[in-house]
């Protein structure tokens, strides 16, 4: 087992798909090599940003083969290694380490909700037969929660199981779990999936992020990475705001992850469909959440304002008043045609 702790930000990549829907190879290498150069301390393939529900096996699989041999090294490489049923991650699990990546990823089971004893069976299991360093994938609005006193008991029996990546945004939570297991194991690393806190999360102790923004703005993340871990707080505060603006449009204003795999086609990288069929009333807010995010990434030099230009703050406080108007009138009818039909007017 290597001794070197998780640190940084290990980007849940996207995977471009072509026309038919296949990865697409030449683009997913294309976009690994962006990333490196960008500056993400390590890239996490297969995670739920790249969509790995929606892969076949064999996908899984070679989109790990096609990051390593494109990464060649140069960044470690958490993979998502989550699977059906334990043995067939115990399985992912040794492919990944033949493949040379640093440590996986895995969700506890999803779809059954399990207690926390059936938690701890099943990562104790992977923890006894893996070869490769784990990572606790904390992420309870898709799967079983993994409770404190699991992670816990998990660290102390086995020395496999290395990180936790939570997904959940709860800060205090993510304290309790750093006071259970650092005194214990100095070593285990913490890492945070929800970008709106990444500055809080690293402030309290965690070690980095597995954050889906660094693979539309990478810039940004490791900026704020190195501003908040070299103690220049008010820098890092006015880069965690603007990525607070990002993130949350991205992940609001869309289904989960197509706000991301937008952008990402705004930062150069042709992605596809991807595939989950859309209906044509998604397709349209897709495109109009395009503009919106172009606007954004143009405020910090990431890509041209879209043709016609972008809002200024008198005419969104204009357009916002609008809205408003309109919002209010139409609360209004709907009130007295209630009231009209319960024959109270």
């Known amino acids: ?51 790995f529900t929606r892969f076949t096996v064999e996908e899984r699989r070679r989109i790990i083969e096609i990051v390593a ?43 059954y909700k399990l207690s926390p004893a059936s938690v701890y069976a099943y990562f104790k299991e ?6 490769i360093d784990v990572t606790l994938y904390n992420i309870p ?17 086995c020395d496999r199981i290395v990180a936790i990546k939570d997904s959940s945004g709860d800060i205090v939570n993510m304290i309790r779990m750093i006071q259970a297991v650092r005194p214990i194991r100095p070593e285990f690393a913490f890492l945070t999936g929800w970008d709106a806190a990444l500055m809080p999360m690293l402030l309290i102790g965690c070690d980095g992020g597995t954050n889906a923004s660094s693979g539309v703005v990478p810039e940004l993340t490791r900026l704020l990475y190195d501003l908040t871990m070299s103690g220049r707080l008010d820098d890092a505060r006015q880069v965690q705001f603007d990525l607070v603006t990002l993130f949350d449009t991205m992940i609001y204003s869309a289904e ?27 397709v349209t807010n897709l495109s109009t959440l395009s503009k919106t995010l172009q606007c954004l990434l143009s405020q910090h030099g990431f890509t041209n304002e879209p043709i016609g230009g972008c809002l200024t703050d008198v005419s969104k406080s204009s357009a916002t008043s609008e809205i408003k108007v309109q919002d209010v009138g139409a609360i209004v009818q709907t009130v007295v045609a209630e009231l009209k039909r319960r024959g109270l007017i």
């Open 1 to 51: 087992m290597k001794n070197d702790r998780l640190q940084g930000i290990f980007t849940p990549n996207l995977v471009p798909q072509d026309c038919r829907g296949e990865i697409n190879e030449p683009e997913l290498r294309r976009y690994i090599d962006w990333l490196i150069a960008k500056g993400v301390h390590g890239l996490y393939p297969n995670g739920s940003t790249g969509e």
């Open 69 to 111: 041999d494109q990464t060649r090294g140069r960044v470690p490489i958490l993979a998502g290694a989550a699977e059906a049923n334990v043995k067939e991650t115990i399985k992912a699990c040794e492919y990944y380490h033949e493949l040379g990546c640093r440590a996986v990823a895995i969700v506890a089971p999803f779809y």
């Open 141 to 157: 609005m898709f799967a079983s929660p993994i409770d404190v006193p699991t992670v816990r008991r998990l660290a102390e029996e």
């Open 126 to 131: 992977i923890g006894k037969n893996t070869p």
């Open 256 to 282: 989960f992850p197509n706000g991301f795999r937008a952008a990402v086609e705004l930062r150069g990288f042709n992605m596809g469909v991807g595939r989950q069929p859309q209906s044509d009333e998604q």
